[in-house]
């Protein structure tokens, strides 16, 4: 049977940030390779009774930190620009 992880999604300017506290282990790798620094550990605990990760309204979703969680604890969705008319 799969089985199902609830995910907090956070909207910034650029996208939708969102954590899966049930795969997080806190490792920090996120946190490391975030270009904008713009992630920091959070109050809910992920899957080991670890801190978690959290964004601050800096992110850019760019997607690096979740290429590196090995987890596959972050999803991140970029908003799509509208198009320009000429």
Known sequence: MAQTFKGRTLEVEKGFWTLFPGLCKGCGLCIEK???KCMSWSDVL???GTPSVEINDECI?????QNFCP???IAVEKKKEPKKQN
Not at 61 to 65: D, F, K, L, R, S
């Open 34 to 36: 975030c270009p904008k």
């Open 46 to 48: 992920g899957v080991y």
């Open 61 to 65: 979703a760019c997607g690096i930190c």
């Open 71 to 73: 987890d596959c604890a």
